[in-house]
T-cell receptor
């Protein structure tokens, strides 16, 4: 069982460059999420998709865009990277956002913006 | 708003010692409460959860009780092992139907020595 797969695992960008973080899940989950993890701050929600075809902002959406490509895939795009976006990014999925089902996390993408 | 506060770490223990990691949450809505664990190089995994006041979540020897009167959800284990070394995150959801969006504490690093 692959679960939640994120690519790439590591990435270094220069300020102003763009990139897309990919996420796919094979558990037939309806809901998907993007979080960022920063030291001393835990994880913070960037965007989420309650179901295919819908996306909503989380706590820290500025500087990011998302696309729910289909039920399996949910990508996160940085149009113009900034050093403040240096972080570890986690994608997660759950059965439904309206059920008390747990989140399943990928192994993360470590992004450095210089 | 919703927030979660964890005791600051890191916590260093000897094998077989008793573990407590404190967690408190803001008393807004009727949240479910969670403990997630992150092993090195991996994503977060659900450790245990409690969905209403006085519920006790338990898993792998870890326990936490949902205390509404003290707005707390402290994690405990009677005898830790080296393999318990990880980062532990307390989290709450928004309550109501927003089960999927979690607010995390800052994380507590636990190191267990033989």
């Amino acid at each position: 069982n692959a679960g939640v797969t994120q690519t790439p695992k590591f990435q270094v960008l220069k300020t102003g460059q763009s990139m897309t973080l990919q996420c796919a899940q094979d558990m037939n989950h309806n809901s998907m999420y993007w979080y960022r993890q920063d030291p001393g701050m835990g994880l913070r929600l960037i965007y989420y998709s309650a179901s295919e075809g819908t996306t909503d902002k989380g706590e820290v959406p500025n500087g990011y865009n998302v696309s729910r490509l289909n039920k399996r895939e949910f990508s996160l795009r940085l149009e113009s990277a900034a050093p403040s976006q240096t972080s570890v990014y986690f994608c997660a999925s759950s059965e439904r956002s309206t059920s008390n089902s747990p989140l399943h996390f990928g192994n993360g993408t470590r992004l450095t913006v210089t | 708003g919703n927030s979660v506060t964890q005791m600051e770490g890191p916590v260093t223990l000897s094998e077989e010692a008793f573990l407590t990691i404190n967690c408190t949450y803001t008393a807004t809505g009727y949240p479910s409460l969670f403990w997630y664990v992150q092993y090195p190089g991996e994503g977060l995994q659900l450790l245990l959860k409690a969905t209403k006041a006085d519920d006790k979540g338990s898993n792998k020897g870890f326990e936490a009780t949902y205390r509404k009167e003290t707005t707390s959800f402290h994690l405990e284990k009677g005898s830790v092992q080296v393999s318990d070394s990880a980062v532990y995150f307390c989290a709450r959801n928004a309550g109501g139907t927003s089960y999927g969006k979690l607010t995390f504490g800052q994380g507590t690093i636990l190191t267990v020595h033989p």
